[in-house]
């Protein structure tokens, strides 16, 4: 009887435990689980050749990125002081008003996958507000943690690598 009461108890033990515990303490978690949810951004600088650093969306640049766990995402990155149309109509910026806006933000959406070996999240992009990319690009994880991301992007359009840092949107 004492061993059944034992056994009993250590089941119980563990069941309280399994819902205790946050799920990254009681078993390891792939990169893909890690990744679902939404996440701020911190940083983004581009890095040019000669190893300079250009801070992209500026010194407090806002953003969001959302990854879902079937597979999607959303990205909207933006520089803070985005100019406030004169007019308080989108469809009637003035070219100047226009220009700072485009050059000041990107948003794109679409499917994404994880190789969990290489530490690479493969995006396919189904929209951007910047039409000219598409297709699959490769976002190079470089940190990843229950509260951080921080991942290159060595191949964007204009010819530089992009490093990013998010942390776990709260």
């Known amino acids: 009887m004492n061993r059944f009461i034992d056994r009993a ?3 119980i033990s563990l069941v309280i435990l399994g819902f205790v515990l946050p799920a990254s303490d009681a078993v390891a978690q ?3 689980s890690q990744l679902v949810g ?3 951004l911190v940083e983004a600088e581009s890095v040019r050749a000669d190893g300079s650093k250009v801070e992209v ?3 407090h640049p806002k ?3 959302i990854f879902s766990s079937d597979g999607h995402f959303a990205l909207i990155q933006m520089r803070a002081d985005l100019p406030k149309l004169a007019s308080n109509s989108r469809d009637a910026g003035t070219a100047e008003e226009n220009k700072a806006i485009v050059q000041g933000s990107i948003a794109y959406f679409g499917t994404y996958s994880v190789n969990e070996s290489d530490k690479v999240i493969t995006v396919r992009l189904e929209g951007s507000t ?3 990319v598409g297709g699959e690009q490769k976002r190079i994880v470089t940190s990843l943690t229950a509260d951080e991301l921080k991942f290159t992007n060595p191949r964007t359009p ?5 490093e990013v840092a998010w942390k776990r949107a709260k």
Do not use: D, E, R, Y
Request: a positive charge; aromatic letters at 14%.
């Open 9 to 11: 108890v250590t089941v």
């Open 30 to 32: 792939s990169a893909k």
């Open 38 to 40: 939404a996440w701020t």
């Open 57 to 59: 969306f500026g010194s």
């Open 63 to 65: 953003g969001t990125m």
């Open 130 to 132: 910047f039409p000219n």
């Open 158 to 162: 204009s010819g530089v690598t992009l």
